[in-house]
């Protein structure tokens, strides 16, 4: 059993940047695929970025590549989300998630959730 917790959303304006911190507990995450996901109102959930266990593999989506960037500590086991040149349209709740699988990029994909943190991105 996984639990994950998210934090550091925020209200920020455009061109401005985020950090988002997802603090796991249970069990370590050093086996685990760790990802990121963000569903706006009215869509939804899509992915956003993964890295795997060893932090060496990284995979983000085409519509933030070169914008955020997934690290992992698992010493610590926490998973970030750095997020420059914000743009409206990243306006969602991010999730943070879990998966025992190589890599993943599907929601189906990911077995345990946090509850999600909000970021609104004004223009």
């Known amino acids: 059993q996984v639990q994950l917790v998210e934090s550091g959303g925020g209200l920020v304006q455009a061109g401005a940047s985020l950090r988002l911190s997802c603090a796991a507990s249970?069990?370590?995450?050093?086996?685990?695929?760790m990802g990121w996901f963000r569903q706006a109102p009215g869509k939804e959930r899509e992915f956003v970025a993964a890295?795997?266990?060893?932090?060496?593999?990284?995979y983000y989506a085409d519509s933030v590549k070169g914008r955020f960037t997934i690290t992992r500590d698992n010493a610590k086991n926490m998973v970030y989300l750095q997020m420059t040149s914000l743009k409206p349209e990243d306006t969602a709740v991010y999730y943070c998630a879990s998966t025992p699988r190589r890599m993943a990029d599907e929601v189906h994909e990911y077995e345990y959730w946090g509850q999600g943190t909000q970021v609104t991105v004004s223009s």
């Open positions: 249970g069990r370590t995450l050093s086996f685990y695929t």
């Open positions: 890295i795997m266990w060893s932090g060496g593999n990284t």
